[in-house]
C-alpha cells in the first residue's frame, strides 16, 4: 500500500486499522482504531490534517483531501472524521467536518467548511455545499442536499451498526493478511 510521507510527516496509524493495498495515504493523517480505508481510496494530508475516528470505514474508490490555509481563511479546511462513520463508496470529502455515528451515502460530496453533527444520514449522489451544516439527528438528500426528514430510532441504531459490521469486516481482512 503506499503510504507516503509529505514534509516528512507520515500517516499514523495502530496495527488495528486495515488499510487495503491500493488505497493511497499521504502526509498528516491519523487514523483511530479498529478503522478501515478500503480499495482505491485516495487521502492526501498535504496542505492541511485529516484525522479520522475510530472504528470508522471509508470505502472505496473515495477521496479525501484538504484546503490549505489562505488570507481569507487562516486555518484552511482540515478534514476531520469522528468516530463509527460510514463514507459510503465514492465519496468525496473535502475540508469538512464530519461528526459521529454518520452514513455518507454512495457518490456524495461534502465540501469545504460543511459541518455534519452527530447521528445524520446523507443520502446517496447528495451535496453539501460549502459552510453548510447539517443538524442532528435528520435525513439529509439532494443537489444541493437539503433536510428531508428526522431519522427513526432503528435508522440511528443502524448508524452505529453499521460501523460495528465493518469493524467486523476490517478484522477477518486483517486476519486473511496474517494467514498469507
Given at each position: 500500500?503506499?503510504?507516503?510521507?509529505?514534509?516528512?510527516?507520515?500517516?499514523?496509524?495502530?496495527?488495528?486499522?486495515?488499510?487495503?493495498?491500493s488505497a493511497v495515504m499521504v502526509g498528516?493523517?491519523?487514523?483511530?482504531?479498529?478503522?478501515?480505508?478500503?480499495?482505491?481510496?485516495?487521502?492526501?494530508?498535504?496542505?492541511?490534517?485529516?484525522?479520522?475516528?475510530?472504528?470508522?470505514?471509508?470505502?472505496?474508490?473515495?477521496?479525501?483531501?484538504?484546503?490549505?490555509?489562505?488570507?481569507?481563511?487562516?486555518d484552511g479546511f482540515p478534514l476531520l472524521?469522528?468516530?463509527?462513520?460510514?463514507?459510503?463508496?465514492?465519496?468525496?470529502?473535502?475540508?469538512?467536518?464530519?461528526?459521529?455515528?454518520?452514513?455518507?451515502?454512495?457518490?456524495?460530496?461534502?465540501?469545504?467548511?460543511?459541518?455534519?453533527?452527530?447521528?445524520?444520514?446523507?443520502?446517496?449522489?447528495?451535496?453539501?455545499?460549502?459552510?453548510?451544516?447539517?443538524?442532528?439527528?435528520?435525513?439529509?438528500?439532494?443537489?444541493?442536499?437539503?433536510?428531508?426528514?428526522?431519522?427513526?430510532?432503528?435508522?440511528?441504531?443502524f448508524l452505529a451498526q453499521s460501523a460495528?459490521?465493518?469493524?467486523?469486516?476490517?478484522?477477518?481482512?486483517?486476519?486473511?493478511?496474517?494467514?498469507?
Amino acid at each position: 500500500m503506499p503510504i507516503k510521507s509529505f514534509n516528512n510527516i507520515h500517516p499514523s496509524f495502530d496495527e488495528t486499522v486495515y488499510i487495503d493495498d491500493s488505497a493511497v495515504m499521504v502526509g498528516d493523517i491519523q487514523i483511530g482504531t479498529d478503522s478501515s480505508i478500503w480499495p482505491i481510496v485516495a487521502a492526501r494530508g498535504d496542505v492541511n490534517i485529516i484525522r479520522i475516528g475510530k472504528r470508522t470505514n471509508i470505502q472505496d474508490g473515495s477521496v479525501l483531501h484538504v484546503s490549505r490555509p489562505s488570507a481569507n481563511k487562516p486555518d484552511g479546511f482540515p478534514l476531520l472524521i469522528g468516530d463509527d462513520v460510514t463514507i459510503g463508496h465514492k465519496c468525496m470529502l473535502h475540508g469538512c467536518t464530519i461528526g459521529n455515528r454518520i452514513l455518507v451515502g454512495m457518490g456524495a460530496i461534502v465540501m469545504d467548511g460543511a459541518i455534519v453533527e452527530d447521528d445524520v444520514m446523507i443520502g446517496a449522489g447528495s451535496l453539501i455545499t460549502p459552510n453548510k451544516t447539517l443538524k442532528s439527528g435528520f435525513l439529509y438528500v439532494g443537489n444541493p442536499a437539503t433536510q428531508k426528514r428526522k431519522l427513526h430510532p432503528h435508522e440511528i441504531t443502524f448508524l452505529a451498526q453499521s460501523a460495528k459490521n465493518y469493524v467486523i469486516l476490517k478484522n477477518t481482512y486483517l486476519q486473511n493478511e496474517q494467514e498469507c
